[in-house]
């Protein structure tokens, strides 16, 4: 995974896959501080969602805090692959940013430039920084600690999710030019949407293919629905895991 030895790791879905455990996770909608808190119970992460909600950044704000201290991981959707949602994501204090509808190197490289700060390695002064996060007073330090400017880079996870044919179709090139992406989804639904077909079809399964066989070649962590936690080489999914493994996906 991505954390870097002699680092701090606080985000525990990355120590969670480093031991080969499946990571699974509810999802909030509203700004309820008790439902999110009662969401965080026997999850692995939280999915604050923000591209398909009316969540403002305050009240996202308030659900990542509730979250982190209930013990569990925050993760932010955010509606698209642009530098003010993602740095305000990471500044709120999210271990995970969710990028969708990637189908382009700029946008999966953008996801991973606004989610880092430009701090190379301090042992190699010759080392590439790592992104273009600006630095700022936020709420991600007094939930992380004093460590976190140092080992943010370390402990945001960045997920790209791929939901239609021309994203499917640029994988390859996407985790081939784009360096510091941890996680790719399969949005299920709308893979198949957009395509005009659907899960189990034959062209369905084989675009699947196509991206799963991609990302398990560049060592990334492959994500899907819940209801995909039994087919070979997910790890990481959006649902509980006692879901079902039929019927509606919220991806």
Known sequence: ?????????????????????????????TPDLEAAKKACEGQDFIWIEMQHSTLTWRETQQLIKVVAEAGCIPFVRVPSANVGDILKACDAGALGVVVPMVESVEEARHAVLYSKYPIGDR????????GRRSSGQNQAKSLWGDGYPTNANNNILVMIQIENPAGAGNIDNILNEVEGIDIVMIASNDFGMFAGD????????AREKVVRDSVLAHGKILAGPSSWRDRPGYMLFQGPKTAKTTGYEKN
């Open 1 to 29: 995974m991505v954390a870097q030895p002699g680092l701090l790791t606080f985000n525990t879905v990355i120590t969670k896959l480093n031991a080969g455990q499946q990571i699974f996770s509810n999802t909030v909608i």
């Open 123 to 130: 042992d190699n002064p010759n080392a590439k920084p790592w």
């Open 198 to 205: 659907r899960d189990g079809s034959p062209s369905y399964n």
